[in-house]
């Protein structure tokens, strides 16, 4: 079993940035991969990035170049790095863990989510 609490949305103004964390419980976070999704209203939740086990990384098209992934095993925790932000990334943010490790662009592998964290980007 797997808590995730995620933090760190909050109001910025189009080009700034914004660095979202989510904390694991247990001591098993390191054989997870974990990924970021969002939530805009009236849309279906959307593939933001993901991190493997050995720390490759995976992007949406939309977030490419602007965006980046990262853990610390030894903190239980991910990070998504938010540049350049736009409007129209303007969502909900969940972090997922996902055991599979593979697949990570879609939401059916992953078995954890948090409770998401507000982004709010305005133009």
């Known amino acids: 079993q797997v808590q995730l609490v995620d933090s760190g949305g909050g109001l910025v103004q189009a080009g700034g940035s914004l660095r979202l964390s989510c904390a694991a419980s247990?001591?098993?976070?390191?054989?997870?991969?974990m990924g970021w999704f969002r939530q805009a209203p009236g849309k279906v939740r959307e593939f933001v990035a993901a991190?493997?086990?050995?720390?490759?990384?995976y992007y949406g098209d939309s977030v490419k170049g602007r965006f980046t992934i990262s853990r610390d095993n030894a903190k239980n925790t991910v990070y998504l790095q938010m540049n350049q932000l736009k409007p129209e990334d303007t969502a909900v943010y969940y972090c997922?863990?996902?055991?599979?490790?593979?697949?990570?662009?879609?939401?059916?592998?992953?078995?954890?989510w948090g409770q998401g964290t507000q982004v709010t980007v305005s133009s």
């Open positions: 991190i493997t086990r050995s720390s490759s990384t």
């Open positions: 247990g001591r098993t976070f390191s054989t997870y991969a």
């Open positions: 997922a863990a996902s055991l599979a490790g593979y697949g990570l662009a879609y939401r059916y592998q992953y078995e954890y």
